[in-house]
């Protein structure tokens, strides 16, 4: 035997050396402790459940933050609509209410409530000055004083209102109670 025909026997063993390997290699991909995934699998199996997770939980995350909402906006109306502090009626901090008041009756208001005289007689209930501002005239009232027709009082400090000398009408806005 000559070089010749050892040279290609050489690079016969070195090929079939190097392709033994490559396989030995290649059997150690895709074992349970080192798993192989293929695209197909990911596009088909994998992204469809990891995307019916991350809705389940934005689900939830929704549900709960409507209920949040729904009690804050239920919170905010009763606030609203029952402004009063107890007693036989209240205000509401939004709007004017046509009040009317029987010979004798007081109505306490809040601070920050305001009072307009429509009908009849009414006078200042308070037991220090000042008892109400008179905000049309620009100036107070002291307890026992007066009120004069369609002028608009305000209530500064909580526990001070008026008493009907008559049968009276009056435009309320804000917190009160009636005795």
């Given at each position: 035997?000559g070089?010749?025909?050892?040279l290609?026997?050489?690079i016969a063993?070195?090929l079939?050396?190097l392709?033994?390997t490559g ?18 699998y ?17 689900d ?12 804050v906006?239920d919170t905010?109306a009763?606030?609203?609509a029952?402004?009063?502090?107890g ?5 509401s901090?939004c ?7 029987r010979?004798?009756?007081v109505l ?5 409530c ?10 200042c ?5 000042p008892?109400?501002v ?5 100036g107070?009232l002291?307890?026992g004083s ?6 608009l ?13 008559a049968?009276a ?7 009160y109670t009636?005795?």
């Open positions: 035997m070089q010749k025909t050892l290609p026997r050489l063993g070195g079939v050396v392709s033994l396989v030995a290699l290649a059997a150690g991909q895709g074992s349970q402790g080192d798993p192989l995934i293929t695209l197909s990911l596009t088909e199996k994998g992204t469809p459940a990891i995307l019916a997770q991350v809705d389940t939980l934005l939830q995350r929704e549900s709960a933050l409507v209920s949040k909402l729904e009690q906006v905010y009763a606030a609203v029952g402004g009063g502090t007693g036989t009626s209240g205000g901090a709007a004017y209410q046509v009040v009317t008041l010979q004798g009756q306490t208001a809040a601070a920050s305001e009072i307009l005289l429509r009908t009849g007689s009414a006078a209930v308070s037991d220090s000055a008892g109400l008179d905000m049309t005239g620009g107070t002291g307890g007066a009120l004069s027709a369609n002028h009082y305000l209530a500064t400090v909580e526990g001070r209102g008026v008493r009907a000398t049968n009408t009056l435009m309320v806005r804000g917190s009636i005795r």
